[in-house]
């Protein structure tokens, strides 16, 4: 009976759940090298303490860089665009005072106009958004750098002894994809206001590999992987990743504050509620809030639209932003809208992620000694502003269903951004 017992104890340990890696992890682990410690960089055991110099380089640069890129995917799974939502009429006043619904065209895809959809009336849209990342901060995903350098060890003066040049350089590549599938609600409570809901369904998958490649100077350096027996002066690193689920629930609210027959004037408020996991690249684990003023027009078959505003991320490791996008929607034809827009955010404040200034290492030279300046990381030092332009149609069919499409492609980059992003959707309002 105690042996049947002790078996099913065992059973039921190793039967027990392991928690998964998360996607988050996965990116650090493409900047751990070498097996067998807990450390970042784990050269062998045969180098002695020489294994554990490189570490406190690793920990700032990997920390902060990892961190930065972290915070960057999760920031653009949350702000995977929602389209307007709109109907293809607009609320105008009769000789007699009453509000009544003129024909227009079939809206904006991802700017805003004032329109409402009016009293009672429910718009229903279903979003499907594809994104290949491809360059942060325009440096493209393929062609990262880090390098780690040694620790200053007695005497003082980093480059001496001689192995204090060695430099650990680090050569990273990395897919990212999400896909984003994303249904809006949105109800007309009143004459002049909307309330909407979208709740996107996120698909992230990274694939990446790192190769980190030991650059000794001079001869007999006492660093490097592998062993004792089979040292190597090269590690690599591969990760692969992947995570569906819901991201961050948007709750929307737009007032039309004057609507004319030609020209009027609105709010939209929208709060991103951190529904999404930070760890798996679904959200910013931060509640957010976009407020903008909205003034559109409507000559005949021609409706621009300016909307201004301010993004507010509660995150200290998030930057706020000013928001700006401008843009026409024009009916084309009576079943096809043209939708042009130019979306633009402007970081507020300084950047949570400064690149670190170059190390300076003094090297043996002859019968002197030369100044090497190691750059942590080829990560620009810039802001991460962002302008992207947005090209879409609008079809709406006999059955009073809309189908749409929409490319965006940057126009100036920062952050991390795809070189295009392709969204497909239907939409129908009653």
């Known amino acids: 009976m105690r042996r049947i017992l002790g078996v099913t104890f065992l059973l039921g340990v190793t039967a027990m759940p392991v928690r998964a890696q998360t996607m988050r992890e996965a990116i650090e682990s493409l900047f751990q090298f070498g097996t067998g410690c807990a450390q970042l960089v784990c050269l062998p055991a045969a180098t002695g303490p020489h294994g554990q110099h490189f570490n406190i380089s690793a920990a700032g640069a990997q920390g902060n860089f990892v961190d930065f890129i972290a915070n ?39 700017g805003e ?139 929307r609210m737009k007032l039309a504050l004057a609507s004319g027959r030609q020209w009027g004037f609105g709010l939209l408020g929208d709060l991103r509620l951190p529904t999404g996991s930070e760890d798996n690249f679904r959200g910013t684990g931060h509640v957010g809030f976009r407020g903008l003023g909205i003034v559109s027009a409507r000559f005949e078959r021609f409706s621009p639209h300016l909307d201004a505003g301010y993004f507010f991320r509660s995150g200290s490791e998030l930057n706020d932003a000013a928001l700006v996008t401008a843009g026409f929607d024009h009916l084309v034809a009576e079943w096809a809208t043209l939708a042009v827009d ?18 300076i290492l003094t090297s043996p030279e002859f019968a002197g000694t030369v100044k090497r300046f190691i750059t942590p990381t080829n990560i620009p030092d810039q802001r991460d502003d962002a302008v992207i332009g947005s090209l879409g149609m609008k079809f709406t069919t006999r059955s009073g269903v809309t189908v749409l499409g929409n490319l965006l492609v940057p126009m100036h980059h920062g952050g991390l951004q795809a070189d295009l992003t392709f969204t497909g959707g239907l939409e129908y309002t009653f």
């Open 342 to 359: 130019v979306i633009s955010q402007w970081q507020v404040g300084n950047s949570s992620f400064t690149p670190p200034a170059d190390v």
């Open 72 to 110: 960057s995917i999760s920031e653009s799974a949350s702000n995977i665009p929602i389209s307007a939502a709109t109907s293809s009429g607009i609320l105008v006043l009769s000789e007699e005072g009453l509000p009544v619904r003129q024909a227009t065209s079939a809206g904006p895809v991802f």
């Open 113 to 251: 106009r004032v329109q409402t959809l009016g009293r009672g009336r429910v718009f229903f849209g279903v979003n499907v958004t594809n994104s290949s990342f491809s360059t942060l901060r325009g440096l493209p995903l393929n062609q990262l750098r880090t390098n780690y350098t040694h620790q200053d060890t007695p005497p003082v003066g980093l480059g001496t002894p001689i192995f204090e040049n060695d430099v650990i350089e680090v050569s990273t590549d990395m897919d990212l994809n999400i896909l984003a599938i994303t249904p809006s609600l949105t109800y007309g409570v009143g004459e002049r206001v909307d309330l909407g809901v979208s709740i996107p369904v996120l698909n992230s998958v990274m694939d990446g590999i790192s190769t980190a490649q030991i650059m000794t100077f001079g001869s007999n350096s006492p660093h490097f992987f592998g062993d004792s027996v089979n040292p190597s002066l090269q590690a690599v690193s591969v990760a692969h990743s992947s995570s569906l689920g819901i991201g961050d629930v948007s709750l």
